[in-house]
């Protein structure tokens, strides 16, 4: 556990412990796009469920997970799409 607080994510780690970070903050839109990654989005309202600005959502969520919201939205619907594809011998264009 040392080891990983003194590595270069320590801080991020650190972070997930305090109820009001902005990594907390930032799981919490993370979460409803698990949940509702094929509905239609807006990044102010995962903002205001994160309670930040859009600016400072958009830049925690990159310092988060690497990728802008929408990215991330568009990397779980391949992932569902993956899934789908493997496990009910479902098409591309069926599975999307």
């Given at each position: 556990m040392i080891r990983l607080l003194r590595s270069p994510i320590g801080v991020r780690v650190a972070e997930m412990g305090f109820a009001d970070s902005c990594v907390q903050q930032v799981a919490k839109a993370i979460a409803w796009l698990r949940d509702n990654f094929s509905q239609q989005m807006k990044i102010a309202d995962l903002a205001e469920l994160a309670h930040m600005s859009v600016s400072s959502f958009n830049e925690h969520f990159k310092a988060?997970?690497?990728?802008?919201?929408l990215q991330y939205q568009k990397a779980l619907r391949l992932q569902e799409a993956?899934?789908?594809?493997?496990?009910?011998?479902?098409?591309?264009?069926?599975?999307?």
């Open positions: 988060v997970t690497s990728l802008s919201p993956r899934r789908l594809m493997l496990s009910r011998q479902m098409d591309a264009t069926t599975a999307i």
